[in-house]
Structures are given as structure tokens and as C-alpha cells.
T-cell receptor
């Protein structure tokens, strides 16, 4: 079982719709969760971090964390064609190493 | 401008050659990381360093080596022992290893000819 799993997609949504990206993780002791956006051929850029159960909003982005169910999601409201990218979920697993483990990413396409 | 720089952007290597990828940061971050990304896959950790003159192996360290002689610099050498080195290599840093949030450089795309 992979430690961090994401639907690979591709996920297509029309412009202006809500895009919903999901991520599950296996380590119940995980404390820190991150969403990165990666455009084709570029490096990942941090969108949001979340540490506590519930929702965290930043502009058009909302991260949702449910530690009991071991999932974290990212909602993108009013999706724009410029949001078309691969979205990587990263989890800091418990333990002294506190390494980030990345999912394989979900490719999102926003259709004009 | 504060940030992380990686050079070169593209690198071509013949089989049997060692190559060194550069990573420099001026963010005054203590921790630095090297990841490898293959097409359609997530990032896999090669090595990381929490302080100068100290580094630890990640999940896929075989065939790679690093040094951390200065806080600002964390070069990665891809040796001839790495069987399949063609990939996108990403360097990242974080303020401290315990703060988790990592920021990435622009990456180096290595191709073995």
C-alpha cells in the first residue's frame, strides 16, 4: 500500500466550476499536510499547508483535513484555465525523520 | 532576490560518467533536500541535510552522493553506479527540518545519452 495516494486523473472541469482533488495517507501519526502545484516542466510550488482538522481557506483554494479518515483534499473554486497543472499532495509522516512523502499527483485540466 | 537556484537547467551525460548538480540557496535555511521525479510520478527523496557537514540517505540514495560544506550549498553527484539516472532532479530547502514546509528550486533535467 502506498503511503500517500492520489487519483492520477486526468480530471477535467469547465471554467468557473469547483475542482476537487483528494489524497489519502496511511500513517495515522502524520501531522503536516501540503498541496503543491506543478506546471508541466516546472518545479512544484507550495499552494497551502494544513495541520489541524477542518477547513483552511486561501483565496480560491480550500484545504480540508480529516485525520480520523486519513484524507486531505483541495478545492479550487471558480477554476481558471491557468489552474491546469498537476497537483501534488505531500504528507510529513510521523517519526524523527519527518520526511515529506509525496503522492504521484493529480493532473487537472480546466476547459475554457 | 531570495530563493533557490539550480544549475544547469539541462544536463546530458554519457554512460559511465559522473555528473554534479548544483543547488544554492540564500534563504538562510538550515535543511536542504534532493528529490528525483520520473514522468507521471511523485517526488522521491534521495538525500537530505539538516545542518552543515551532516546528511542522511533518503529512500533512493544508491548511486548518488552529496556534500554539505556550506549552509548555502548542497551539490548532488550522480555516479556511474546509478543505473537509470535520466530524470528531473529537484532541490528543496526548509527553514529547519522540523518545520516541514519545503520550497523548491527550478530543477535540473538530466538525460543519459
Amino acid at each position: 500500500q502506498k503511503e500517500v495516494e492520489q487519483n492520477s486523473g486526468p480530471l477535467s472541469v469547465p471554467e468557473g466550476a469547483i475542482a476537487s482533488l483528494n489524497c489519502t495517507y496511511s500513517d495515522r501519526g502524520s501531522q503536516s499536510f501540503f498541496w503543491y502545484r506543478q506546471y508541466s516542466g516546472k518545479s512544484p510550488e507550495l499552494i497551502m499547508s494544513i495541520y489541524s482538522n477542518g477547513d483552511k481557506e486561501d483565496g480560491r483554494f480550500t484545504a480540508q483535513l480529516n485525520k480520523a479518515s486519513q484524507y486531505v483534499s483541495l478545492l479550487i473554486r471558480d477554476s481558471q484555465p491557468s489552474d491546469s497543472a498537476t497537483y501534488l499532495c505531500a504528507v510529513a509522516l510521523s517519526g524523527s525523520a519527518r520526511q515529506l512523502t509525496f503522492g504521484s499527483g493529480t493532473q487537472l485540466t480546466v476547459l475554457p | 532576490d531570495g530563493g533557490i537556484t539550480q544549475s544547469p537547467k539541462y544536463l546530458f551525460r554519457k554512460e559511465g560518467q559522473n555528473v554534479t548538480l548544483s543547488c544554492e540557496q540564500n534563504l538562510n535555511h538550515d535543511a536542504m533536500y534532493w528529490y528525483r521525479q520520473d514522468p507521471g510520478q511523485g517526488l522521491r527523496l534521495i538525500y537530505y541535510s539538516q545542518i552543515v557537514n551532516d546528511f542522511q540517505k533518503g529512500d533512493i540514495a544508491e548511486g548518488y552522493s552529496v556534500s554539505r560544506e556550506k549552509k548555502e550549498s548542497f551539490p548532488l553527484t550522480v555516479t556511474s553506479a546509478q543505473k537509470n539516472p535520466t530524470a528531473f532532479y529537484l532541490c528543496a530547502s526548509s527553514e529547519k527540518h522540523s518545520t516541514d514546509t519545503q520550497y523548491f528550486g527550478p530543477g535540473t533535467r538530466l538525460t543519459v545519452l
